[in-house]
Nanobody, 124 residues
């Protein structure tokens, strides 16, 4: 079982940048594919980005492609989400998640472990 803790959220103006971190503990980090999801008020939790166990394969939602970059440092048991050119519609609680799925997956149901979330607010 892995424990996940997100950090790095905050308030930023449109066009700005933030970097989210997800620190993992309690299990072998490289046993898990990882992903970021977000949930805006009144909306369903949606896929943002995913990364394979080695970090060699990534996947992005169309809404963030070209603006967000997912990465991981397996030596530090940490995953990151670099968010650039932020828009007000990126405002949400961002969650990191871990999956035993063998490749990247966009499906929320295939993630086994979740963090508590970190708030991101983008002002216009």
């Amino acid at each position: 079982q892995v424990q996940l803790v997100e950090s790095g959220g905050g308030l930023v103006q449109a066009g700005g940048s933030l970097r989210l971190s997800c620190a993992a503990s309690g299990s072998t980090f490289t046993a898990y594919g990882m992903g970021w999801f977000r949930q805006a008020p009144g909306k369903e939790r949606e896929f943002v980005a995913a990364i394979s166990r080695s970090g060699g394969i990534t996947s992005y939602a169309d809404s963030v492609k070209g603006r967000f970059t997912i990465s991981r440092d397996n030596a530090k048991n940490t995953m990151y989400l670099q968010m650039n050119s932020l828009k007000p519609e990126d405002t949400a609680v961002y969650y990191c998640a871990a999956t035993t799925f063998k490749s990247t997956t966009r499906l929320r149901a295939e993630y086994d472990y979740w963090g508590q979330g970190t708030h991101v607010t983008v002002s216009s």
